[in-house]
């Protein structure tokens, strides 16, 4: 499906301890991509883990669907009224995902906060160009870098990941550099 296989699993054994991990995203982020929206019933946000970003766009949006391969990172998912979690197994096809989250053409927003890397990217696609609603349906992805703590402790960071980043699997590698794109798909 849209989920590498071979990355399935890789965040399991530590889910209670990613939920405290994971950084929030500011407020401020959650309200643009609002404005950037016509209608405000309906969000995805694939690959969620445990929901730090489907929390944020549930302020916004009446409903918001977030699921995720992983159902240990599920199980932790942080609760809210309008936030329902969804397990999607690798088994589970395009069709069955579409019909799942909402049907075709159900969907205002879809959000992926820093997982993108680990997707098929062109059945990814597929599946958010099926969901949107058009006109005004949007795809947002998002990410971050490195973090910066101190002048001691950054250039130890730096060092950590020069030398190591050649030996990461390649489609983690993407999770190194910020960024963030907007879509009308």
Not at 34 to 61: C, I, K
Request: hydrophobic share 40%; proline share 6%.
């Amino acid at each position: 499906r849209w989920k590498k296989q071979k990355m399935v699993g890789l965040f399991d054994k530590q889910a209670e301890i990613y939920v405290d991990a994971r950084p929030s995203y500011p407020r401020e982020w959650y309200s643009m991509l609002a404005a950037r929206t016509t209608l405000h019933a309906l969000a995805w946000d694939g690959g969620t883990g445990n929901g730090q970003a489907a929390l944020g766009v549930a302020e916004y949006y009446d409903q918001v669907i977030g699921s995720d391969v992983s159902e240990p990172q599920l199980k932790c998912g942080m609760p809210h009224p309008r936030v329902r979690y969804l397990h999607t197994p690798l088994s589970m096809s395009d069709d069955e995902l579409v019909t799942l989250i909402g049907g075709e053409g159900s969907v205002d927003l879809v959000t992926v906060a820093q997982a993108v890397h680990w997707f098929d990217l062109p059945r990814f696609y597929n599946i958010v160009t099926r969901l949107l609603q058009k006109p005004g349906g949007l795809l947002a992805v998002w990410g971050y870098g490195s973090v910066v703590v101190s002048p001691e402790f950054d250039p130890i960071m730096k060092r950590f990941f020069d030398t190591t980043l050649p030996f990461w699997n390649s489609d983690a590698k993407m999770a190194t550099a910020p960024f963030h794109f907007l879509s009308r798909m």
